[in-house]
Each structure stands twice: as structure tokens, then as C-alpha cells.
């Protein structure tokens, strides 16, 4: 578990927040319509789970949704994005917020504003044929690895392990490439793959496996908002604060069968008052 990612992330978003020259009217504005809007993930479970009878998306990241707006006395409404739409329908407005599965990235910083604390690590996974003979990432070199569309794991995939990265629109896209043989591994987040893997359908991929526990670039999963929102990150950064202490996150996540060790350990940090302790690389970070 890589814990110096989210304390260097916390830090940094920390320094970001604290010179914040003017506040939004974001947080007025859900108030005044009386409804909070966020984007969260399709039907992708464990994050997100599909209601048949309603047609509707629930699951891990809704509930975060609908406790934020409960504390804004709100009703909540959720938005569908996947990874070519949510940065846009946040820019042009049509959400409020991002609770998806979207990692802080030093890029993504430097278009949209978060709050400063993480509610999720997650890092990457390669699902492959159990006959492929790929067991590491190195073994990914002159491999195709298809991932969804500005995922934050095509440059090290690239870059580090030699990898051909194929960007397709979603996991189910990319999981039909892998199965169809037009790439040698489907490269996501961890949760999900190990969802499909062993979930309800699970026996459609009984030749698939994980190729290695080792997830690629662990990193904190942070809810983003618009540029210059300091009234907005602040107030979602208090949530996120007070679901680590009181162990929201761990219920959501054994509700929903979100993997939960990092939330357990940010549970017990935050009840013992070391949850917002910083490194001092992490706090020269600039």
C-alpha cells in the first residue's frame, strides 16, 4: 500500500487550498435548487451496480454522493461519466461534483481542483489469458494493453514496462478486445477487474486471471471539483475527513464489496489523529 501517494497528494492539495484567493457560489447554488448533481462511474461494479428495476445506477460511490447532499439538506442526483466525458461535463457544469473512480494525477491538477483528502487508493490490474504467460508487468513488453481512454495507466504501461497501449472507450469495451484477441491484457483499475473476475458472471471469464497482486501506480482517488472552488473543497474535504474517522467508508465499501484494507488503516489513523500527518518530501513537494 502505497500511503507516501495520498500524503503527498493531501499535502499538496493542502498548500493549494490555503491560497485560494476567492470562493464559489457552487455550494449557494445546490442549495438554492435543491439538488446536488455528481458524476460518478456506469454500471461497474464493485463502484457502481446497476438497478434493473429502475434502470438507475447505485452502489459505492452514490452513497457518498447522497451523504453529501444529506449534510446540504439536498436532494442528490447522479450523472453517468465515463472517462471522455466527466472532465468536460464538470468544466461546462452539467455536475457538480466527481466521485468516480478518477486518481489524482499531476495533469488532471492542473485543469480541475480537488479536495485535499483522499477517500480511495486504487491502483491498476492486467487481466489476461491464463495462457498468455504474462505473470508480470515487464512481461507486458511489445504486448497491446488496452485501457479505457485517458487513463492515468497508459503512460507508465508505455513508458516503463514497453507496453503497445490501445485507448477504447470503457472496461467493457476493453474487456471485449481482450476476449476477442486484439489485445494481450485489459489494463483497469484493480477492484473492478477482480469484480468481473469473480462476481456473478464470473464463469464467463473462467480462462482470464489477474497476472500479478502488484497493482500498477497505487494512487489516491480524490473527488474533484471545478477550478477556484475553495468554498466547495473545503466543505467536501470535511466530509471526507469525517468518513475516515467514523468509518463510513469501511461500511460503504463491505456493503458494496469495494476492497477495504486502505480504508481500515485510514480509519485507525484517523481515530488515533494520524491520518493528516505529512512527510517532509511531501510537504516540499511544490
Known amino acids: 500500500m502505497n500511503r507516501q501517494a495520498i500524503k503527498w497528494a493531501a499535502a499538496l492539495a493542502l498548500a493549494a487550498l490555503a491560497t485560494a484567493a476567492h470562493a464559489d457560489a457552487t455550494l449557494d447554488r445546490v442549495k438554492q435548487r435543491g439538488k446536488l448533481v455528481v458524476g460518478v462511474d456506469g454500471a461497474s461494479p464493485p463502484f457502481g451496480l446497476l438497478d434493473p428495476a429502475t434502470g ?14 444529506t449534510r446540504l439538506g439536498v436532494t442528490l442526483e447522479t450523472v453517468p461519466v465515463t472517462a471522455a466525458t466527466r472532465v468536460q461535463f464538470l468544466q461546462a457544469g452539467k455536475v457538480d461534483l466527481l466521485i468516480a ?12 481542483s480537488y479536495a485535499p483528502t483522499p477517500y480511495n487508493l486504487v491502483g491498476g490490474a492486467a487481466m489476461v489469458s491464463k ?11 511489445g504486448k497491446v494493453a ?14 516503463t514496462y ?15 478486445a481482450l476476449k476477442g484477441g486484439s489485445c494481450d491484457a485489459s489494463v483497469h483499475i484493480q477492484p473492478a477487474l477482480y469484480e468481473t473476475l469473480h462476481g456473478p458472471n464470473g ?5 482470464f486471471e489477474l ?16 477550478r477556484n472552488e475553495a468554498d466547495t473543497r473545503a466543505f467536501v474535504d470535511g466530509v471526507i475527513r ?6 463510513l467508508l469501511v461500511k460503504e465499501a463491505d456493503r458494496f464489496g469495494v476492497p477495504a484494507d486502505y480504508l481500515k488503516q485510514a480509519n485507525a489513523d484517523a481515530q488515533a489523529g494520524k491520518f493528516d500527518s505529512a512527510p517532509p518530501e511531501a510537504q516540499a513537494k511544490p
Open 56 to 69: 438507475k445506477v447505485g452502489g459505492f460511490q452514490t452513497e457518498l454522493g447522497r451523504d453529501i447532499a
Open 101 to 112: 473512480n478518477i486518481q489524482w494525477t499531476q495533469e488532471r491538477s492542473e485543469i480541475l
Open 131 to 141: 495462457r498468455s504467460g504474462i505473470k508480470r508487468w515487464e512481461d507486458l513488453k
Open 146 to 159: 488496452c485501457v479505457s481512454q485517458g487513463s492515468n495507466f497508459a503512460k507508465p504501461l508505455q513508458e
Open 162 to 176: 514497453g507496453a503497445v497501449v490501445k485507448g477504447l472507450r470503457n472496461i467493457p469495451e476493453s474487456l471485449l
Open 203 to 207: 464463469k464467463e471469464w473462467d480462462g
Open 211 to 226: 497476472a500479478t497482486p502488484d497493482q500498477l501506480i497505487p494512487s489516491p482517488t480524490v473527488i474533484w471539483t471545478r
Open 242 to 247: 469525517d468518513w475516515h474517522k467514523s468509518g
